[in-house]
């Protein structure tokens, strides 16, 4: 049974900082697409990063919402099977339920970062809060 647990949210003041872990277990790809969504309250939810790896190319190739470029970071640790976050320069707007997302890839990386929604990836975590004020 795969599980995704995400933790590291909480509270954080502008311009702070936060690392969002996503701790996996119960699967092995070698083409891979992970994701990190966030919910704002009110609003829909919606992709902040993705990172495909593969035996091609296995330190993954990252992907940024134009809302956080430059300042989130998303990486994976292959040993612990961990997805993270980095998140700097926080603001306000960054408040939001984070969620990470995680399912088997094509040999491609387009489609896992531009094409892949929610509802698609195959494992789902069951989200962290990020508050920043």
């Known amino acids: 049974h795969v599980q995704l647990v995400e933790s590291g949210g909480g509270l954080a003041h502008p311009g702070g900082s936060l690392r969002l872990s996503c701790a996996a277990s119960?699967?092995?790809?070698?083409?891979?697409?992970m994701a990190w969504f966030r919910q704002p309250p009110g609003q829909e939810r919606g992709r902040v990063a993705s990172?495909?790896?593969?035996?091609?190319?296995?330190?993954?190739?990252?992907y940024y919402a134009n809302s956080v470029q430059g300042r989130f970071t998303i990486s994976h640790n292959n040993a612990k099977n961990t997805l993270y976050l980095q998140m700097n320069s926080l603001k306000a707007e960054d408040t939001a339920l984070y969620y990470c997302?995680?399912?088997?890839?094509?040999?491609?990386?387009?489609?896992?970062?531009?094409?892949?929604?929610?509802?698609?990836?195959?494992?789902r975590g069951q989200g962290t809060q990020v508050t920043v004020s």
């Open positions: 997302a995680a399912g088997p890839a094509g040999p491609f990386y387009l489609p896992c970062v531009l094409e892949r929604t929610w509802n698609s990836f195959q494992y």
């Open positions: 119960g699967y092995t790809h070698d083409n891979i697409c």
């Open positions: 990172l495909y790896r593969s035996l091609i190319s296995p330190l993954g190739i990252p």
